[in-house]
């Protein structure tokens, strides 16, 4: 097993923004393998994401984003349950990113339970949270969403939303 340095603990922070002792307990999981450690944190927060999701969403923020020189604009609600966390920049950068998703690939649910039998096409074409990210399509926005929940210790959910093109 490799030695686990305070570098190797602080790169891993740096990259995930968890605690010290997960990092250092994530590195020795791994064998001090950063690419594992890391995985090891991501399955910790997929975890922690599934024990939260029952908690009660009454804080957040409504974000606006045009894009297209003002020919489509978005609207998205993203619920918390402190508005402590509804001001962290991960939440808001977040929401930000929630509703540029929006704007670029138009679907037409928050969730796959969401969908509706007129909808036609796959889940990852209709339901947002099923969606690979624009800006990493090794990540879908389900997976954004269980980071921050893993980050802020709090549940975090995409209410709604809606999207408005010129000439639709």
């Known amino acids: 097993m490799a030695d686990i340095t305070t570098a190797m603990i602080k790169e891993l922070r740096e990259a995930t923004s968890c605690g010290v002792m997960d990092a250092k307990r994530a590195l020795e999981a791994a064998g001090g393998d950063m690419k594992q450690a890391r995985e090891h944190i ?7 994401a599934a024990k939260r999701s029952g908690r009660e969403t009454n804080q957040g923020i409504v974000e606006s984003y045009i894009h297209g020189g003002g020919r489509i604009g978005v609207i998205v609600e993203l619920n918390c349950e402190t508005d402590f966390v509804a001001n962290t920049p991960d939440f808001r950068q977040l929401a930000r990113d929630v509703a540029m998703q929006v704007a670029a690939m138009n679907p037409a649910v928050v969730s796959v339970e969401d969908r509706k039998p007129e909808h036609e096409g796959t889940d990852a074409e209709l ?5 690979p990210f624009i800006k990493d399509s090794g990540r879908t926005i389900g997976d954004l969403v269980k980071e921050v929940v893993a980050k802020t210790g709090e549940n975090v959910r995409v209410a709604r939303f809606a999207r408005f093109e010129l000439g639709r």
């Open 42 to 48: 991501r399955e910790q927060g997929i975890a922690t």
């Open 127 to 131: 339901a947002l949270m099923a969606q």
